[in-house]
């Protein structure tokens, strides 16, 4: 009974470099979502896929790209990291239909450093 | 101003006792609300799902929305150290066909709980 499944758990990056991080569901969920959580801001979200083949911007989307591969996996890019972008990175996911609001049910998260 | 603001604590308390999480919110399109537990190092865990203004209640845990004050509540009766975590609040609003928030969700801040034995 995985749920959603983050990889990796920990990773440590230079500035400048990039990387993806993968998220994966089996829960047959049409909808999936990628926060950053931060002290003191709470989790706010960057980017969604409201169903296979569809991406829209969150509320802090920039420097990062997403792509929802297939119905089951939604990654996560960062082109070139910024110490800025130093945080615990949550994906998430939703089941029913488009316009249902079931809630999310969420990864064990990414923690990412940025040097 | 944010729209959801939650008391962030830290909030201690003797294993036992009543406890009482707190939420309040602007955005009156709001009409969803949940109750996250957060381990630490882990994910948020849904705890509570609710719709209409009233209480609902799930073995220790009642979750109470009260949509006139725009203020929602977690009190969680007969505390246990495994209580111990951070619980946040989030809520959303009334999805629409051609709309682009599908099923976006706005979170409180959380607030840190510790039960001591």
């Known amino acids: 009974n995985a749920g959603v499944t983050q990889t990796p758990k920990f990773q440590v990056l230079k500035t400048g470099q990039s990387m993806t991080l993968q998220c994966a569901q089996d829960?047959?969920?049409?909808?999936m979502y990628w926060y950053r959580q931060d002290p003191g801001m709470g989790l706010r979200l960057i980017y969604y896929s409201a169903s296979e083949g569809t991406t829209d911007k969150g509320e802090v989307p920039n420097g990062y790209n997403v792509s929802r591969l297939n119905k089951r996996e939604f990654s996560l890019r960062l082109e070139s990291a910024a110490p800025s972008q130093t945080s615990v990175y949550f994906c998430?996911?939703?089941?029913?239909?488009?316009?249902?609001?079931?809630?999310?049910?969420f990864g064990d998260g990414t923690r990412l450093s940025i040097l | 101003q944010k729209e959801v603001e939650q008391d962030p604590g830290p909030l201690s308390v003797p294993e036992g006792a009543i406890v009482s999480l707190n939420c309040t919110y602007s955005?009156?399109?709001?009409?969803?609300f949940m109750w996250y537990r957060q381990y630490s190092r882990k994910g948020p865990e849904l705890l509570m799902y609710t719709y209409s203004s009233g209480n609902k209640e799930d073995g220790r845990f009642t979750a109470q929305v009260d949509k006139s004050s725009k203020y929602i509540s977690l009190f969680i009766r007969d505390s246990q150290p495994s209580d111990s975590a951070t619980y946040l609040c989030?809520?959303?609003?009334?999805?629409?066909?051609?709309?682009?928030?599908?099923?976006?969700?706005?979170f409180g801040q959380g607030t840190i709980l510790t039960v001591h034995p």
């Open positions: 998430a996911s939703r089941g029913g239909p488009t316009y249902s609001n079931q809630p999310q049910h």
């Open positions: 989030a809520m959303s609003g009334t999805l629409r066909a051609g709309g682009t928030s599908y099923g976006k969700l706005t």
């Open positions: 829960m047959n969920h049409n909808s």
């Open positions: 955005n009156s399109a709001f009409q969803y």
